[in-house]
C-alpha cells in the first residue's frame, strides 16, 4: 500500500493513543499540530542520512552574471527541491552561498542531492521511522505526554537505525582507490 500524508499523520496518531484524522482540514487540534509539524519533520529526516530513495543528479544551471569579488569566477544556481547537497561532479573547489555554488570552473556541472519524493516513492522502513519521528513530536502538544514521547524516542530511536542500515544495504560500497598505507605491507 503506498503511502499519504494523511496515512502517516493517521499512524503516528494512533502511536500516541490519539483517533485518526478523516481529512487535513478538519480544525482539530490534532489537526493543527500535525499539518503544522509535518513537513518539517519529513525534511529532518531526509537530512539525516544520504538516502538512496531520496537522491537526485541533474546538470545545474550556470549564471551568466559574474560574481562579485575576485574569489570566485562562476556561479551555478542549485536546484530548487535540494535538501542537503550530496557532491558535485567533477570534484571542484567551491562554496554554496544562498542557492548558489560559487566556483573556479565553467564547464557543465552535476550536482547530487537529497529531495522530498512523494510519500508513495517512500519505502516501509522510512514510512516507519517517519511515523515514529511524527509520534513524538506530537505526543507533547496533541496528549500532554511527556511519557509517550520518551516512549516513542526509544522506538524512534531503533527504526532510524534499522532504517539508516536497511537503505545502506541497497548501494554498494565505494572502494579505496589510492591506499599507501596498506600497499607498503605487501
Known amino acids: ?10 499512524n503516528a496518531l494512533i502511536l500516541i493513543g490519539d483517533r485518526p484524522l478523516t481529512s487535513l482540514t478538519d480544525g482539530t487540534r490534532a489537526q493543527i499540530a500535525a499539518t ?4 518539517n519533520v519529513v525534511e529532518n529526516e531526509l537530512s539525516k542520512h544520504r538516502w538512496g530513495f531520496a537522491r537526485k543528479k541533474i546538470e545545474i544551471s ?3 552574471a559574474a560574481p562579485v569579488g575576485d574569489e570566485w569566477q562562476t556561479t ?5 527541491d535540494m535538501i542537503t547537497l550530496i557532491k558535485l ?5 567551491y562554496q554554496i552561498l544562498g542557492d548558489k555554488v560559487y566556483c573556479n570552473y565553467s564547464g557543465t ?4 542531492y537529497i529531495h522530498k519524493p512523494s510519500e508513495g516513492d517512500w ?3 522510512f514510512c516507519k521511522m517517519v511515523e515514529y519521528a511524527l509520534g513524538m513530536d506530537f505526543a507533547p502538544s496533541i496528549r500532554d505526554s511527556a511519557t509517550s514521547m520518551d ?10 537505525r534499522m532504517a539508516r542500515y536497511t537503505d545502506s544495504q541497497q548501494h554498494p560500497q565505494s572502494s579505496i582507490a589510492y591506499r599507501p598505507f596498506i600497499d607498503v605491507r605487501f
Not at 1 to 10: E, P, Q, Y
Not at 36 to 39: E, F
Open 36 to 39: 503544522n509539524l509535518y513537513d
Open 151 to 160: 516512549l516513542l524516542a526509544g522506538q524512534y530511536q531503533n527504526a532510524s
Open 1 to 10: 500500500m503506498a503511502s499519504s500524508k494523511l496515512s502517516l499523520i493517521n
Open 109 to 112: 556541472l552535476y550536482a547530487e
Open 62 to 64: 550556470k549564471d551568466v
Open 76 to 80: 551555478y544556481t542549485l536546484p530548487a
Open 123 to 125: 519505502p516501509p522502513y
Open 89 to 93: 561532479e567533477p570534484l571542484i573547489k
